[in-house]
């Protein structure tokens, strides 16, 4: 990653059309929620998020030797979106997500959506520890394929991101897509960093899509009160707009204007 | 008014259409009467086309199909007429027969009111 | 392999493919993939049931929302590439167009993979005006023009292929094409039929 520890300014952030696809405000519980409460909060946020759909995870018990496998599913929650697909909210027996989705409205418009979900959530739920709040943004990056001579122009990855495969050239030929997931700790805002890079199928015609994932979240002196949670909050953005800044070229950067 | 308005359902054999003049009267009357008459659940934001039979049936010539158009009035809908040896999937008709049928289209919503 | 639900049903994807299949044909489809040597997951303990899983009663309504949700969801995605004004509109026609009086229960909703194709030509070709959204009875995305006399109209398929169709009417005379075609292939199959009346419209995304 790049080596700047500054923030980035607002002019370096600001970009007509900034390739976040969602932006995400988690909060985790220490302690698993009934399902009676997930549906207390369900009917609190149906009437402004009619779209609904059932969260469920399902145990599989394999046995290589005869039997068909054993399926159980629980159901653990709900997704709710808003009329306008901009917003959704996930709530489910270990947390509750808030997803503003493309285009983004900016930091302002975007925490204090979320604060306001989390408000109508506790007022609804009482209290409940915090084990982890997070904040992720998945960034795609469309980049336009040229043809020359009739041929694809090969698109080189470290024209646009910083963070990037390499291997022997000799050994294997050009790749056609990649996963990547860089973990680390941040100690300066005790955050842990998922960063994740990946090539997606191209969401626009004649482009690559190179997904980059930032992921950051405070899992150890995890703040319970909303003012600390909201200093946390804005600190872990600072940090993920100097993680952004930093592993972007110039020439990412003018695909966002 | 998209072609695929005049294209035929699975289950069809022939196109259905009202000979509005059946029931007499104004236009307006008329068209009434066939909203009312409609075997189908016509809904609020559906609307009715009119095109001339001699119109449609020398649309469907240039296309080298040569339609009947027969009353063939049914138990709730006494204007009702059927095109016979209309085409399956014929598309470049079906947009010819749109274009002229959009030049006189009626919501359900004006219809009713 | 993983596992997920989409309403009422699951989806499994493994390796290079994927399946969708109800909650009771679900532990079947997963032996017969176990079977044909698929890499099965690790073992794991069976769980207490704590909640029994009920699908959600997808009443007309929750279905209408629930598909506006999705076609609005494909928009945001792109959304960073389109007019906002433009999107404003698109976005207005979709919910005029899944009134819950103008459906039944029994209708096929809209195609996410036509309406791909649909975002995917506005990208291509850029945010076209004074278009007329409908959804036929298969669920395709339909998407016309009428100027005066003339018409466009296109019927989006998935994988990224289009039913064209042209009509030119001078006085009593009528001319009408269609096909279908690829996206990439528009541009070439109307040519002789001027859609630049049509596209001129179009506010295209700026070259690089």
């Given at each position: 990653m790049g080596a700047r520890m500054d923030s980035p300014t607002e002019s370096e952030l600001s970009f007509s059309r900034p390739p976040i696809v969602e932006a995400v405000v988690e909060r985790r519980f220490a302690t698993s929620i009934g399902m009676d409460v997930v549906e207390s909060l369900r009917r609190q946020f149906e009437p402004g998020y009619p779209a609904i759909s059932q969260l469920a995870e399902m145990s599989v018990t394999v046995n290589p030797i005869g039997a068909q496998p054993q399926v159980s599913h629980n159901m653990t929650g709900y997704r709710l979106t808003d009329r306008n697909a901009s917003a959704v909210i996930l709530i489910s027996t270990n947390g509750i997500v808030f997803s503003r989705l493309a285009p983004y409205p900016g930091w302002r418009e975007f925490s204090e959506g979320a604060?306001?979900?989390?408000?109508?959530?506790?007022?609804?739920?009482k209290y409940s520890t915090l084990s982890r709040i997070g904040v992720r943004y998945i960034n795609r990056i469309d980049i336009p394929v040229r043809i020359a001579d009739a041929k694809v122009v090969?698109?080189?990855?470290?024209?646009?991101?910083?963070?990037?495969?390499t291997f022997p050239a000799s050994v294997l030929p050009p790749a056609q897509g990649y996963t990547m997931q860089c973990i680390t700790f941040l100690p300066n805002i005790e955050c842990r960093a998922t960063i994740g890079v990946a090539t997606v199928p191209p969401a626009v015609p004649h482009h690559l899509s190179i997904v980059f994932d930032i992921d950051l979240g405070r899992e150890v002196q995890v703040p319970q009160r909303e003012d600390e949670i909201s200093e946390v909050l804005d600190m872990i953005r600072s940090e993920k707009n100097r993680i952004f800044v930093s592993c972007l070229t110039d020439k990412a950067k003018e695909l966002f204007q | 008014m998209f072609p695929e308005a005049y294209a035929l359902r699975p289950e069809e054999q022939t196109l259905s259409v009202d000979w509005m003049e059946w029931h007499g009267g104004a236009k307006e009357n008329q068209l009434q009467q066939v909203v009312r008459h409609a075997e189908l659940t016509v809904r609020k934001n559906d609307a009715y086309a009119v095109t001339q039979v001699g119109a449609f049936a020398e649309a469907c010539a240039k296309y080298e199909t040569k339609v009947r158009v027969i009353h063939e009035p049914t138990a709730l809908n006494q204007a009702h007429s059927a095109v016979h040896r209309y085409p399956r999937d014929n598309h470049t008709l079906y947009a010819a027969l749109a274009n002229l049928a959009s030049q006189d289209v009626t919501g359900v919503g004006d219809i009713q009111s | 392999m993983t596992i997920s639900t989409v309403g009422a049903n699951y989806v499994i994807s493994y390796g290079a493919g994927e399946v969708v299949v109800g909650a009771s044909a679900l532990s079947t489809t997963l032996g017969d993939l176990f079977s044909q040597g698929r890499r099965p997951p690790p073992s794991s303990e069976?769980?207490?049931?704590?909640?029994?899983?009920?699908?959600?009663?997808?009443?007309?309504?929750?279905?209408?929302?629930?598909?506006?949700?999705?076609?609005?969801?494909?928009?945001?995605e792109v959304s960073m590439h389109l007019d906002p004004t433009w999107r404003a509109r698109l976005f207005r026609q979709i919910d005029m167009l899944h009134e819950p009086d103008d459906w039944d229960d029994e209708d096929k909703l809209a195609d996410q993979e036509s309406f791909k194709t649909f975002l995917h030509m506005i990208?291509?070709?850029?945010?076209m005006h004074g278009i007329s959204l409908g959804i036929d009875n298969d669920g395709r995305i339909l998407a016309g023009w009428e100027d005066g006399s003339s018409s466009l109209s296109f019927s989006f398929l998935p994988k990224d292929k289009v039913r064209w169709s042209v009509v030119h009417r001078q006085d009593e005379d009528i001319e009408s094409a269609s096909g279908i075609s690829s996206l990439d292939r528009l541009p070439a199959v109307l040519q002789p039929y001027n859609p630049k009346a049509w596209y001129d419209n179009a506010d295209n995304i700026p070259s690089r």
């Open positions: 604060a306001a979900v989390f408000q109508t959530a506790r007022e609804t739920m090969p698109i080189q990855l470290e024209d646009y991101l910083l963070i990037y495969p | - | 069976t769980r207490t049931t704590r909640h029994i899983f009920k699908p959600l009663e997808e009443t007309k309504e929750i279905r209408l929302f629930n598909i506006i949700a999705a076609l609005k969801m494909a928009v945001a990208l291509q070709y850029g945010c």
